[in-house]
């Protein structure tokens, strides 16, 4: 009587090099690997938390600054409400757009030069800091009014372009950073490749900005007038 045999080979070693792969120690299977985290992602988690620490700073500072001192940084802190309304989405998007493509220039061109990684946390602390003077002015004088505009309106085009900042700023900081290492290493290497993804990742970002503004401009078109902030 005839049978059939079936072989298995054995995966074992291809089972073992799996945790190391991914960020896992064979020693403890399914223990999470920090060295291998804060490796590939500690510079973008430092400028998330220096984007949280702006904001944190800034929903504090709101309460001492002037309302005066506020509608003239207006490209920074949304603040000046009625006046916005009175633009319409058109309005919105300008504003929206103009405030954020700075900070994507300023993070472009810091990702080029070498004292972008002294200077990028900074910027990513300023844009938070705008972030929660605008929330907190908006909580402080309008009340549930002011929290509702922000969590509707607001806070989708903000934390869009929030993690296009934190992205660009990582990318911008490597850059600079590999740009930094081949002037000052004895070593023969080349950064143009670098340079293509660089530049690749960056349109990327753009056109994210520019979805982000026109998100901005849909939700004021659409919700904005339902508000009375006069």
């Known amino acids: ?126 844009k938070g800091f705008g972030i929660g003077v605008s929330a907190g002015y908006l909580f402080t004088s309008y009340g549930f009014t002011g929290v509702l505009f922000y969590l509707t309106i607001l806070l989708p085009g903000i934390f869009l372009f929030s993690m296009v900042l934190v992205y660009m700023s990582t990318s911008s900081y490597n850059i600079s950073g590999r740009i930094l290492k081949c002037l000052f290493s004895k070593e023969d290497f080349s950064i143009i490749s670098s340079f293509k993804i660089y530049f690749k990742k960056c349109l990327l970002y753009l056109l994210i900005t520019f979805f982000s503004a026109l998100l901005d401009m849909s939700l004021w078109y659409v919700f904005a007038g339902l508000f009375n902030f006069n």
Do not use: Q
């Open 1 to 126: 009587m005839k049978g059939i045999v079936f072989s298995f080979k054995n995966n074992k070693k291809k089972r073992a090099k799996f945790p190391l792969e991914n960020g896992y120690s064979i020693k403890h299977r399914g223990d999470f690997n920090l060295k291998y985290f804060f490796k590939r992602y500690g510079v973008a988690v430092f400028f998330t938390l220096m984007l949280v620490l702006g904001i944190t700073a800034g929903s504090i500072a709101s309460k001492n600054i002037s309302k005066e001192a506020l509608n003239s940084l207006d490209l920074f802190f949304t603040t000046n409400i009625s006046s916005r309304i009175e633009n319409g989405g058109i309005g919105a998007f300008c504003g929206s757009f103009c405030s954020n493509f700075l900070f994507y220039l300023l993070t472009f061109l810091f990702g080029l030069s070498l004292w972008g990684i002294v200077f990028l946390p900074f910027l990513c602390f300023f």
